[in-house]
Nanobody
């Protein structure tokens, strides 16, 4: 089993910044992808930023240039630095990890952390 512990959400004014953290622990011998998704009220969950299996980064178009994903492999932790936040960035942000184990892929989600951006 894999545990994902997220932190760093909160309330911020538009134009402000927040940094999210997600620490993975447990049976994580081979992490394939690690990243962030978000879900706003009444909307589907969407990709925000992710490290691919090859180590590259992918970002949603709407966050490019404002958000930066980074990671500390030694701590199995992924971060999301969010700058120039907009009201439309308000959502619950979820950490997501894909682990390869015995040639099978297992997907895990964090509990979610609320990010609220006020006008």
């Amino acid at each position: 089993q894999v545990q994902l512990v997220e932190s760093g959400g909160g309330l911020v004014q538009a134009g402000g910044s927040l940094r999210l953290s997600c620490a993975a622990s447990g049976n994580i011998f081979s992490i394939s992808t690690m990243g962030w998704y978000r879900q706003a009220p009444g909307k589907q969950r969407e990709l925000v930023a992710v490290f691919t299996s090859g180590g590259a980064t992918n970002y949603a178009e709407v966050v490019k240039g404002r958000f930066t994903i980074s990671r500390d492999n030694g701590k199995n932790t992924v971060y999301l630095q969010m700058n120039s936040l907009k009201v439309e960035d308000t959502a619950v942000y979820y950490c997501n990890v894909l682990v390869i184990r015995n040639d099978f892929a297992f997907e895990y989600w964090g509990q979610g952390t609320q990010v609220t951006v006020s006008p």
